[in-house]
């Protein structure tokens, strides 16, 4: 079931656009956006939940504009996870989780489903551990039994065994998730399809554990392989030279660049539910 659609979305501030031409489905089983530092991914998840007004396209939530829609009934379906800052650090968290709740004896069965002991309720969020203060935020999203959680780096500010603790949470959630990272290993683990981003634009879209395995646009591979591990730095995809401002945005790191590059390219079909914008994709598919 599609969720969430967005349909040839152009966002900014101001009157400047920094997403161009989005078009993307967030349906079940997990969909990652996926792109370094100032892609766009935070300005999407913004849209998504209803906080930035499209500059040109269309968000449909269940069919329906999401200007146009209930946004109570909105509000209950699509929850925001965000890092652990997030809470307010006078209040204990057992009442930040409580916010959403009509009773408050949910709180320790939430606290629970996230493996956190219900006995932690009356700390605030100092007095937890980085992960556990991330399990209070997830519970808070749950709090309210949403349709979709979408998740903004969820766990970069943890170190890695913690964050695979907390992944696998997230995994076994029933609850579909919209997951925002620069960190393909994380995707890997928590999303079926993928959307990579590159200066505001998807670069390519498909199955996750394809786009791992054989990446078809240069930047996917170069993120791929900068990231070796799941507590990885944000990756540096080959250089770190501005975008191109005209043709391919890519073509001033690509090391596949041709002339053809400065004619931009579309997004193009490159195998079942697979699509990528770069002209040279079967020779990034073939190759080393
Ligand atoms: N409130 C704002 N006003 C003006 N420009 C903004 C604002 N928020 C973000 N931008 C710009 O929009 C572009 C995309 O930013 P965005 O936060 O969406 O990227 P991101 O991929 O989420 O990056 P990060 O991983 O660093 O959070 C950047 O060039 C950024 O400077």
Redesign the pocket.
């Known amino acids: 079931m599609t969720i969430l659609r967005a349909q040839d979305l152009t966002l900014?501030?101001?009157r400047?656009s920094?997403?161009h031409d989005v078009s993307l489905d967030v349906t079940g089983g997990g969909v990652g956006l996926i792109?370094?530092?100032?892609?766009?991914?935070?300005?999407?998840?913004?849209a998504f939940l209803g906080l930035l007004k499209p500059q040109k396209g269309t968000i449909w939530y269940g069919g329906q504009d999401l200007k146009k829609a209930d946004m109570r009934a909105f509000r209950r379906d699509v929850q925001p996870v965000f890092q652990a800052e997030s809470l307010n650090p006078r209040r204990r968290v057992g009442a930040s989780i409580a916010e959403g709740l009509p009773d408050r004896a949910r709180v320790g069965e939430l606290m629970e489903q996230v493996g956190l002991d219900p006995a932690l309720a009356v700390r605030r969020p100092h007095e937890l551990s980085g992960g556990q203060r991330q399990r209070v935020v997830i519970a808070r999203a749950l709090a309210v039994g949403p349709k979709l959680l979408i998740l903004?780096?969820p766990t970069s500010a943890l170190d890695v065994t913690v964050q695979a603790k907390v992944l696998d949470l997230l995994a076994g959630l029933d609850t579909e998730r919209l997951l925002?990272t620069?960190n393909l290993a994380v995707v890997g683990r928590l999303c079926r399809t993928s959307h990579v981003?590159f200066a505001?634009r998807v670069v390519e879209s498909g199955p996750t554990a394809e786009l791992l395995a054989a990446p078809a646009h240069p930047y996917t591979k170069a993120l791929r392989d900068a990231v070796p591990t799941l507590g990885g730095q944000?990756p540096q995809a080959g250089t770190s030279a501005p975008p191109a401002e005209t043709g391919c945005p890519f073509r001033s790191r690509c090391p596949l660049a041709v002339p053809e590059c400065e004619r931009a390219p579309e997004l193009r079909e490159v195998g079942e539910g697979r699509t990528v914008a770069c002209h040279r994709a079967e020779d990034v598919l073939t190759g080393p």
């Open positions: 900014g501030y101001g400047q920094v997403v792109g370094e530092s100032g892609s766009g991914k935070t300005t999407l998840a913004r903004d780096e925002i620069h981003l505001g944000p």
